[in-house]
């Protein structure tokens, strides 16, 4: 066979085989799309349903609105009193999350860098409440924070949420924490660091990838968490967080849909833009700790 049909042989093949790459790209980008869809479909449900009117709403929930109602955010932004009850999710939220980073870092750093039969049943102690459902602690949570005046008070709210937060971040963080090698404390404690400036120093920036995983797995937990703002702090409006504003509009006999709806779509689109903001995080933290765990 001539050189030249091999050379014809040879383009002809990898045309070919361009040809099924790109298909076979094609083809994923069609199912990834499907199913992109379909995990979007109750955003979107909710999202037609805020535009509608409450009698067209309870006719047909699939159907777009015959003409789209904007009135219905401004009259839920006001009885939601939204600019208090963002403030007060924000503030939880926030402070919870800095208060779990700095009590699960501290924690996990000094479990994992202490051998000892102690601190493995410390470790094992920590994290045990992973494997406890909540529903079977609210109550008795509910009446010791009553005793402790944890009740009705966003700073009791967040406390609780350190405690909650706590067993899974110091999970993550002792697992990370035993990937960095101990010659880099010994070395900090050779330059004269104290313990806790060999934490905050040299291994806490390290800590990086985890911490911003667990920051925006928390921030969506806190967030878009219902249950345990209703049981501490549903007593008093001026500390009910967006969550729980959208539930008023759930009475005993009638219940305003419309503005439901509108009242969630308010309510997750920050937490969706803080999302995939940092979503690209998410993934470099998971991989990260994989790697080198």
């Known amino acids: 066979m001539k050189t030249a049909d091999l050379e014809l042989l040879l ?3 990898e045309s070919f085989t361009e040809v099924k790459r790109n298909w076979r790209t094609i083809i994923m980008l069609i199912g990834l799309t499907v199913i992109s869809v379909f995990f979007l479909y109750p955003f979107i449900l909710v999202l037609i349903n805020s535009l509608k009117t409450y009698g067209e709403l309870l006719t047909d929930v699939f159907s777009l609105p015959t003409k789209a109602e904007w009135r219905n955010y401004p009259h839920a932004w006001e009885l939601m009193d939204y600019p208090r009850a963002f403030l007060n999710t924000l503030y939880v939220t926030v402070v919870g999350i800095v208060g779990i980073i700095f009590l699960s870092s501290l924690a996990g750093y000094k479990l994992a860098r202490t051998k000892t039969r102690f601190s493995n049943f410390l470790f094992m102690l920590c994290i045990a ?3 406890t459902p909540f529903h079977t602690i609210m109550i008795a949570l509910t009446k010791v924070s009553r005793e402790l005046y944890l ?8 406390v609780i949420y350190w405690g909650l937060g706590a067993p899974m971040a110091i999970f993550l963080y002792h697992g990370f924490v035993k990937s960095v090698p101990a010659e880099l404390d010994e070395a900090a404690v050779m330059d004269g660091c104290t313990s806790f400036q060999v ?3 040299i ?26 703002p209703l049981l501490m702090v549903n007593g008093r409006q001026s ?3 967006l969550q729980l504003r959208a539930y008023q509009f759930f009475g005993q006999y009638v219940s305003e849909w419309q503005y439901v709806m509108a009242a969630i779509v308010m309510s997750i ?10 979503q690209k995080h998410i993934i470099k933290g998971i991989v ?6």
Do not use: H, R
């Open 11 to 13: 383009e002809q093949k």
């Open 129 to 131: 409440p992973m494997l």
């Open 151 to 158: 009740i009705d008070s966003l700073t009791g709210l967040i």
């Open 199 to 201: 934490y905050s120093k």
């Open 203 to 228: 291994i806490f920036p390290l800590l990086k990838p985890i911490t911003t995983t667990i920051v925006v797995l928390d921030v969506l937990w806190i967030w878009n968490d219902f249950l345990l």
């Open 239 to 241: 500390t009910k967080t």
């Open 269 to 278: 689109v920050p937490v969706v833009i803080f999302f995939l903001s940092m």
């Open 288 to 293: 990260s700790g994989a790697v080198k765990g």
